[in-house]
């Protein structure tokens, strides 16, 4: 697996500032591989 370089959406005195930060990072997903939106899952 291959990662994307980091991107960081706060800045940096907002961080130190905050007394939780929390990242998400996508391992895997289907709209990638081609596997299409289903009714009643992600709408």
């Given at each position: 697996?291959?990662?994307?370089?980091?991107?960081?959406?706060?800045?940096?005195?907002?961080i130190?500032?905050?007394?939780?930060?929390?990242?998400?990072?996508?391992?895997?997903?289907?709209?990638?591989?081609?596997?299409?939106?289903?009714?009643?899952?992600?709408?």
């Open positions: 697996m291959v990662r994307k370089k980091e991107v960081v959406a706060a800045p940096a005195a907002l130190a500032a905050a007394d939780t930060v929390t990242e998400v990072v996508m391992v895997k997903h289907a709209f990638p591989a081609g596997i299409k939106a289903m009714p009643g899952m992600e709408f």
